[in-house]
T-cell receptor
Framework: NAGVTQTPKFQVLKTGQSMTLQCAQDMNHEYMSWYRQDPGMGLRLIHYSVGAGITDQGEVPNGYNVSRSTTEDFPLRLLSAAPSQTSVYFC??????????????FGPGTRLTVL | AQSVTQLGSHVSVSEGALVLLRCNYSSSVPPYLFWYVQYPNQGLQLLLKYTSAATLVKGINGFEAEFKKSETSFHLTKPSAHMSDAAEYFCAVSDNFGNEKLTFGTGTRLTIIP
């Protein structure tokens, strides 16, 4: 299993440009999520999904869109990039099972710079 | 609302010395608590978790943490630091065992002095 994969690893954008950060997992996990990591702020939840066709907002959703058409993929879209979106983005996935603890598995991250 | 506070954004210890990373939580319900480690240029990896089964939790790489309800703490310790322990460590809390929307602390960067 490749686990959770993210592309690209690095990206530089100009203000106003759009782009999609890709996330895929091959573990058949129902739950997938996106976090951003900023210095001194830890990780903050952007959006999450509990299954194909179901998404919801996290703590910091503004400026980001997501969709979940398949179990494997959960892309994060920046519609009009802003310098405040300069960050490291992590995708994570886990089994969705209410009766027990389910460890989240994180991807290696995408480092995004918006000029 | 739940939250965690990590005291000390940077901690340095000598190789072989005790590692102590502090985490205090705030939660209106019995919490589920976690420690994650992030090695340079990598994603986060679960070190250990507290899910109310036992107050002293043992994790990977010789780390352990003790849940102290009276102190609202979940400090991470390791008796003898190794150079490979150099990383950033995050404490996290969830108020739901299965529906795990984690709230992370701001992280502590651990440096090991040879």
């Amino acid at each position: 299993n490749a686990g959770v994969t993210q592309t690209p690893k690095f990206q530089v954008l100009k203000t106003g440009q759009s782009m999609t950060l890709q996330c895929a997992q091959d573990m058949n996990h129902e739950y997938m999520s996106w976090y951003r990591q900023d210095p001194g702020m830890g990780l903050r939840l952007i959006h999450y999904s509990v299954g194909a066709g179901i998404t919801d907002q996290g703590e910091v959703p503004n400026g980001y869109n997501v969709s979940r058409s398949t179990t494997e993929d959960f892309p994060l879209r920046l519609l009009s990039a802003a310098p405040s979106q300069t960050s490291v983005y992590f995708c994570a996935s886990r089994i969705q099972r209410e009766s027990s603890y389910n460890e989240q598995f994180f991807g290696p991250g995408t480092r995004l710079t918006v000029l | 609302a739940q939250s965690v506070t990590q005291l000390g954004s940077h901690v340095s210890v000598s190789e072989g010395a005790l590692v102590l990373l502090r985490c205090n939580y705030s939660s209106s319900v019995p919490p589920y608590l976690f420690w994650y480690v992030q090695y340079p240029n990598q994603g986060l990896q679960l070190l250990l978790k507290y899910t109310s089964a036992a107050t002293l939790v043992k994790g990977i790489n010789g780390f352990e943490a003790e849940f102290k309800k009276s102190e609202t703490s979940f400090h991470l310790t390791k008796p003898s630091a190794h150079m490979s322990d150099a990383a950033e460590y995050f404490c996290a809390v969830s108020d739901n065992f299965g529906n795990e929307k984690l709230t992370f602390g701001t992280g502590t960067r651990l440096t090991i002095i040879p």
